[in-house]
């Protein structure tokens, strides 16, 4: 509104206003169409960069193939511009100048526009005053999404890849290595300052991937404690990690893994340290438990290594792309160690072994193993000695080389260390390195037709026979599984050849089979090696990294179900953060302003509809005879083109449709669906495997077979096919309600520029991603809304110990509870609302008292931080910051009372006990304690402190012993000294050289009253 303009000088007020109203020559300027010299050119002016994961990266100095082309792209102009209005006093009119630094490359024909004070709000916004680059997005006085874009660009200059949306934090790709952001000494600083509540207002840290991970992993602790007292169970948690491809998830999944670990075995050992300091147990007791503690946490990341190499490839986003989801689940016990940790995969596309795009390589394991690190008598073993990529038909794509300069053969030796962490057995990495070799030679097999009919495979092949040799197989069962094929007629075999584009599909079938099975066993070897067990005061943080929305030329049934999967993932957000989240403020009875939110129910529906989605009728064609992927296209527009969110379109003889998904429109082509989805393996090449000599090849057989049938491998006759689309459908809908029964916490992964370099911020780019991502929405609900929802009893058993005059009192009767409830909260917000006045005061001195301060006291003052619903509190998110501040300072110096206190009641338990041992001793001896004393001053003192320095009243005593002797030799003395009787001298000396009380002293007593 007009009086929240602030007067800037003589300019005006400064604006955001969309582009379009400036006439001009383009709405676009193309960056670049780039050819490797053009790009060696550009990239040669700057340092070497990578990404601060070492995953999406270039590397100038790495020349290129001269074969290798990248596609040209341009970069939109964003659609908002910077401004400044003046207000037109005599009518309803603004005057808008654009600013200088939006035109500068001459496009805009007039850069002064008069438009209509209606404008504003729509298509002109108010900019902020003063240019600012907050931590947190809830914090800007004006917010809207040029704003936000903005923000974002200022910190990306300064080096802030990290930026909070209020739960949400958005990670931007930095393209470069940023390693000093993620050292220990950073993650050290993040632990402590959680671990010290009480800090001041003003020692908070930037925004960082630490700070998500170890955020939920105190929510996690917190709800063990709470559960320990009231019973509850949910205090699962979770980080869904999400983001197009390129925007940097894996590697973000790799710090949150990396800190949850450390700080399982910071809080482990702090609790095994803080056991042996109150019960005096030395460190060695406990040893052998941190040592599995540790090992545990290093297979953990260890895994990553494995995953990537069998898991990830270059596309033409990004040099290390997952080609398949994971749901990582790390259990902690309630002390905060970590137990193990499952990993469950999604979708491997395993069609990438058997083709890759231009511009796009296979599976890094392949370029491994043909890379310089593997040992000579390993490459003899294998065959792949002095080959080449290029000597293979399937890495053939014409690409070899990453772009960011990792090199195949340090990954190599990676994996190798990786394995032997994990716990794979020598044989088992020979097994498993033959077979990935062998997939490579018979992808080189080649197929002769027969003067008849049918084909037979060249015997003048060396790959087919290293990878019959390898596989451990005869070299005619190979030719029979693919060059014919058997039906049972009449109770009879009848054997009939194959055509060499059959015996071609039977073998890319073969190979896309094989390395599946081998990517499940891995996942399932490591698995085995770091699960956990069961624990009664147990609970799991899962960390989510999923492929992201993909949209390329041509896209087909896998990016369908990866398009399909972020649908659900985007439901899921939308429902936590806005959708429940309002239902629940309007449950409460609290005062709320309804905000809309993006909802992409109708997507779901035409693509999982149990009748009539586009899933499910592709899973009936798959079942009729003679159906084709025209017969599944003609389907799908008689029975879907009805929904808004679907358009079909047959060009040539492809028939393509097209899904407004979240994200923006894809067009896929139906050629290849229905195969892809029937993963179909040929009887006769499952048999191949099953004769091999191998064990290790007999497991893979297995599991082809049991991941192609719901049932009992050897029930063959009953089980029932599955499709991959019906399996993954499930898989997606089990990963839905797993994350639903955890507390999620969401990172955002922002790509900024399509070059994939770190000087470059894309600012339309950026919005359209924060746009899909349902961003804005979420911090407009955390801007206004109540983060933290605490039930009357659980706010009160929490919080009663910051007031005095509450703490201790025990109520049960639900009534009671409501009423000490609202007292509570009353007094704490009198407290918040305190201490919010004092920091904004001093913010108010350090800018002399400016009016705009006063301005932002005031709406400080009027700002609702805490709500008090029907069965709920319900809190903002800085005033639960304020309230756990205040919480730890009186746990602090609670703690320092009962610590006191139990060591008193410590020690003086050790005393008695001591005390009542040896008052039995002296029991068992008939002696009193006096005398024992007496004894001890005379005898033992005098040997703690030192032979010389005896006491005087020892010294007394033997100068008046030797005046009664007389002068006798020592001799005498000794031999003689029973009759010695000294009546006025307490002590006698015996023959051993020591004292001993004299019986017959008659004089006073010394003895204690």
Partial sequence: MIHDIHESGNKGTRVWVKRYLFPSESTRRVVRAASNDELDRRLSKKSIVRSHSGDEVFSPTRKRSNNIRLASYGVEEYEWALGWMNEQETD???????????NKNGLIKVTTITLSRERIGTEVLIANPTPSAPNDLVTLDHFHEPTVVECLRRRFAQGHIYTNTGPVLIALNPFQNMTDLYGEDVMRRYWNHAEQPALDHDDLLPPHVYAIADNSFRNMMRGLEMSVSSSKKN????????????????????????????????AHQSAAGRTRAYLNVPSSHSSSDLNSSFSIEAQVLQSNPILESFGNARTVRNDNSSRFGKFIQMQFCETGRLLGTAIETYLLEKVRVVHQSEGERNYHIFYELLSASVPEEESVRLQTRNRMPSDFKLLSSGTYVRRDGVKDSDTYQELQKAMKMIGFSSEEVSDIMAVTAAIMHASNTIFDPKVDEGCCVARDNAHVTAACQLLGIPIDDFEEALCFFSRIAGGQVYRSPQTVERAKKGLDALLKATYGALFEFLVKRINNSICGHENGHSSVIGVLDIFGFESFTTNSFEQLCINYCNEVLQQQFNTFMLKNEQAEYISEGIDWDFIKFPENQDVLDLIEHKTDGIMSILDDMCKAPGASDKAFASEIIKRCDKQSCFTANFKDTSPMFSIKHFAGSVEYTTDGFLEKNRNELPKETSELLRSSSSKFVHKL????????SNGNAEASKTRTVKTVG???????????????ATYPHYVRCIKPNAALVHSEYDSAMVAQQLRCGGILQAVSVTRDGFTLHYSHEDFLQRYQVLVTETAGKVTVSKQAIEIECKKLVDTLLARIEEEEQYHSNKESADDLATEESAVDTTEISEEVLIQFGKTKVLLKHHAFLSLERQLGAVQNRNATILNTAFRRHFCQTAYRCVRAAFRAELASRGTTFDEWFEHREIYYRPREKGSLRIPNLVSHRMKMFNAAAGGKKKKEVADDSKRIELKNQVWILQDDGLFKRNPDYVGESIEAE
């Avoid at 309803?92 to 939006?102: G, M």
């Avoid at 057989?701 to 991941?707: F, H, L, Q």
């Avoid at 898989?731 to 994350?739: A, G, S, Y």
Wanted: charged letters at 25%; hydrophobic letters at 35%; aromatic letters at 6%.
């Fill in 92 to 102: 309803e009119t603004i005057s808008i100048r654009l600013d200088d630094s939006e």
């Fill in 235 to 266: 205090t699962n948690q979770s980080i869904l990690v999400s983001g197009e491809s390129g925007a940097g998830k894996t590697v973000t999944t790799k710090y949150i893994m990396k800190y949850l670990a450390a700080l399982s075995q910071r």
């Fill in 701 to 708: 057989a297995d599991i082809i077979v049991d991941s192609s």
């Fill in 726 to 740: 019906g399996f993954f459908r499930q898989q997606v809908k089990d990963l839905r309600q797993k994350i639903d």
